[in-house]
């Protein structure tokens, strides 16, 4: 079983910067990609960056240029560095992998959330 765990959370001023972390906890194979989604009250939640095993990654366009998310392969962690923060950028902020396990030697694929990390940014 594997258990997505995300900290860093809290409150921070407008302007301000805030580093969030998703560690795992299991017997992991490998994970193809790790995403950092969100999600405001009453909005759907939203994708705002991945990074593949690879290291490439992507971004929302409302996050450009302020948040960067990076990874640690070997403590299997990932990360999302949050600047220039906005109140908009107020939401629960969560971490979802996908993860290969072995099992019974056989390599078996799941899709994984955290629990989620309240950012909340005042103006």
């Known amino acids: 079983q594997v258990q997505l765990v995300e900290s860093g959370g809290g409150l921070v001023q407008a302007g301000g910067s805030r580093r969030l972390s998703c560690a795992a906890s299991?017997?992991?194979?490998?994970?193809?990609?790790m995403a950092w989604y969100r999600q405001a009250p009453g909005k759907q939640r939203e994708l705002v960056a991945t990074?593949?095993?690879?290291?490439?990654?992507n971004y929302a366009d409302s996050v450009k240029g302020r948040f960067t998310v990076s990874r640690d392969n070997r403590e299997n962690t990932a990360y999302l560095q949050m600047n220039s923060l906005k109140p908009e950028d107020t939401a629960v902020y969560y971490c979802?992998?996908?993860?290969?396990?072995?099992?019974?030697?056989?390599?078996?694929?799941?899709?994984?959330w955290g629990q989620g990390t309240q950012v909340t940014v005042s103006s």
């Open positions: 990074v593949t095993s690879d290291g490439i990654t």
């Open positions: 299991g017997n992991i194979f490998s994970i193809k990609t």
């Open positions: 979802n992998w996908d993860v290969t396990v072995i099992t019974a030697e056989i390599p078996v694929h799941f899709n994984y």
